[in-house]
């Protein structure tokens, strides 16, 4: 990846170091940003220091946030307490554990699902969920939109 053009002060972080690893590993921003479940023009953006993110204006605490908990990595108390040792699992790895549907062929495996269920990396883990397009008729505002829809071109005389 190509040094930034506006080198900002977010880009000394811990999830910014692994999402410019993530990108370089795959070389596809657009297959990293539907990962993360944001759009690629944002990542972009964030990654080149241009755009809002830029000029500092927007803030960056949702995506790093994100990243960690997409690419991260996590002790699971689970496995600690079991092997005795801190234990240090990749997200990839947790949310295969703890978002699978119950295993019953093996009491250790429910075991170690169940104690999943009840971890505080549960709902950080999950996978994301990727958003719905929304597909508008022209001139019709979007639910909950409060401005008003502009006039169709029907009705009116040539």
């Not at 690419?71 to 092997?83: F, K, M, R, V």
């Not at 040792?85 to 790895?93: C, G, H, K, Q």
């Not at 495996?109 to 008729?137: N, Y």
């Amino acid at each position: 990846m190509k040094p930034p053009k506006n080198p900002m002060p977010y880009m000394g972080e811990s999830w910014f170091a692994m999402l410019v690893t993530e990108c370089d590993r795959t070389g596809n921003v657009a297959a990293v940003a539907l990962r993360l479940a944001v759009s690629a023009p944002l990542l972009y953006q964030v990654l080149s220091g241009t755009g809002e993110y830029g000029k500092g204006k927007a803030s960056t605490a949702r995506l790093a946030d994100k990243v960690l908990h997409q690419l991260g990595n996590y002790t699971c108390p689970h496995l600690s307490e079991q092997y005795e040792e801190v234990r240090v699992i990749s997200s990839d790895e947790c949310r295969r554990y703890a978002h699978r549907p119950p295993p019953t062929g093996s009491p250790r495996d429910l075991k170690h699902w169940q104690a999943c269920r009840r971890c505080v990396h549960f709902g950080a883990s999950a996978p994301p969920q990727p958003r719905q397009p929304i597909t508008r008729r022209r001139g019709e505002a979007a639910e909950g939109d409060t401005t008003t829809a502009t006039p169709t071109d029907e009705g009116k005389q040539p």
